[in-house]
């Protein structure tokens, strides 16, 4: 896989001025419902942007809490390590979303953030959200949102690992990110994976050879197309009877 190299925020962060209200992700981010007085109040919140190389972790799991990342742009997946080299990936991340939320009760990371291509984050200082917030009610409004998400996520990977079957997993996986990529403006239907089938299997907790064996039978059943990491979904609706069919 890609070495991982963490490094400091500092590093390859810079502060510089921010328009949020000129970003194509805002509707996405946390900036969604406000005004825009309080959208100029709340640019005052982003630190800066920093770009990270594919591989490049922008956190690892333990380190102190500070900030929490919006994603502009790229793709970036949550791991943990067993200390003894191998990796449970626990979810994938894209323009629009929020990195780092899982800090806020231990003031740690829970989890490691890796980049798996380049890509761009704003960097939100969480003392600063903290205190634009008791000013601006959308924006604490849609703090409580997005942690809400959160918590459904995580319940929704718990069903997603104890009680589906394998095909229903990956049919799970597909309609999710085909609604993801759907509310960025992008094609529901034909897009890149850019993770692994190793990290894949790891998410959803299926061995490599089972994903393989999952993706041809979608391709052969004429639900997707595949090659290599690029995916078309052929019939969505398809995929749907696959979860409406479960036992």
Same mark, same amino acid.
């Given at each position: ?34 005004? =825009?007085?309080?959208?100029? /109040?709340?640019?005052? @919140? ?5 770009? +990270?190389?594919?591989? *490049?972790? !922008? ?88 942690? =809400?998400?959160?918590?459904? /996520?995580?319940?929704? @990977? ?5 009680? +589906?079957?394998?095909? *229903?997993? !990956? ?77």
């Amino acid at each position: 896989m890609y070495a991982v190299t963490a490094v400091k925020p500092a590093a390859s962060a810079k502060k510089f001025e921010v328009t949020c209200s000129g970003c194509n992700m805002r509707e996405l981010c946390l900036t969604r419902g406000m005004h =825009a007085d309080d959208m100029q /109040r709340f640019e005052n @919140v982003v630190y800066a942007r920093r770009r +990270m190389k594919r591989g *490049e972790a !922008l956190f690892a799991a333990g380190d102190e809490f500070k900030a929490v990342y919006a994603v502009r742009s790229g793709f970036f997946k949550t791991s943990l390590g067993d200390g003894e080299g191998r990796e449970q990936v626990t979810g994938f991340f894209m323009g629009g979303e929020l990195l780092g939320m899982d800090g806020i009760g231990a003031g740690r990371y829970n989890n490691a953030a890796i980049a798996l291509e380049d890509s761009e984050v704003c960097v939100l200082p969480y003392a600063m959200i903290e205190e634009v917030a008791q000013k601006i009610p959308a924006l604490q409004r849609q703090l409580h949102a997005v942690l =809400a998400r959160e918590i459904v /996520r995580d319940h929704g @990977v718990m069903m997603l690992l104890g009680s +589906m079957r394998a095909e *229903e997993r !990956l049919a799970t996986f597909l309609l999710n990110l085909s609604k993801r990529f759907t509310a960025r403006g992008y094609s529901p239907s034909d897009f890149h994976l850019r993770m692994t089938r190793e990290e894949l299997g790891s998410y959803l907790g299926l061995k490599l050879e089972t994903v393989s064996r999952l993706f041809s039978r979608f391709h052969d059943e004429r639900l997707i197309e595949v090659e290599q990491k690029h995916v078309r979904i052929l019939d969505i609706a398809g995929l749907g009877r696959i979860l409406a069919t479960r036992h």
